[in-house]
């Protein structure tokens, strides 16, 4: 590969990472405490990037001008194959990817973050007074499955996710991570009633409603059964996951 080559694809691929980390697409990939740090890694690849184009100019300007390369028959060679590999960077890196979602949750098994078993241990805390609770769904399943006290059996709570159909049912779930994409692991409801069978995967909605007590269980994968009080589809939020 040839180094003007080299030096417009650390320009994009620098560029790219500020983009994204300036329009929030880089929530999809990994948490937010990483956005100064993508943003650190693009400014440098765009500096070196243009240093480098900045001083391959001067070099050239200097030099003599070389001989036009010829192949015998009086046509230079083309250098349209090295300019090609921009194709892919551009498609990748500017055109960003959906976040994980239905799919994702099919392929991977749901499970309690380990965080639950340490707080049932000390035991979690009261939530707070008024109906509905808004909960995260990694922390209604936390209580179901872990808190031997029950504070969830009785109360309205209000939980956001996706919809996702599975073996007949239909599942409320949210992707879990601790540092990036790569580590996402499922959390999930099971919805009762049948009020979101007619829904897309994927879609986002807002529902409240109670647990069914003893439902989350190492059986089932800690999926508690949810009776829906209310049920509405909302926008998905600009950062999918939960941490």
Known sequence: MKRETQNIL??????????????????RYVKPAQQPWIIAGGAVMVLLGAVAIVRDLLAARAAP?????????????SARPAWLLLVPVLAVFLV???ALGADSV???EARVPAS???????????LPAGDPVPLAVNEFVSRAGWDAAGTLNGRTVALT?????????TLLARLVISCC???????????????????????????????????????????????????????????PYEY
């Open 10 to 27: 650390l320009l994009l691929l620098g560029g790219a990472l500020i983009k994204i980390a300036v329009n929030g697409d880089y929530l």
């Open 65 to 77: 001008a070389p001989a036009s390369p010829d192949d015998g028959h009086g046509h230079a060679h």
């Open 96 to 98: 960003a990817p959906p």
């Open 106 to 108: 099919i392929r991977t």
């Open 116 to 126: 639950a078993a340490a707080a049932n241990a000390a035991s979690f805390p009261p």
């Open 161 to 169: 996710g996706f919809v996702v159909h599975n073996d007949g049912g």
């Open 181 to 239: 994409a790569a580590d996402a692991f499922p959390v999930t409801v099971r919805l009762r009633g049948g009020e979101a069978d007619h829904l897309a995967s994927d879609a986002w909605i807002r529902v409240t409603g109670q647990v069914v007590p003893g439902t989350a269980t190492r059986a089932n994968s800690y999926t508690p059964d949810f009776t829906p009080a209310s049920l509405a589809t909302v926008p998905a939020p600009k950062d």
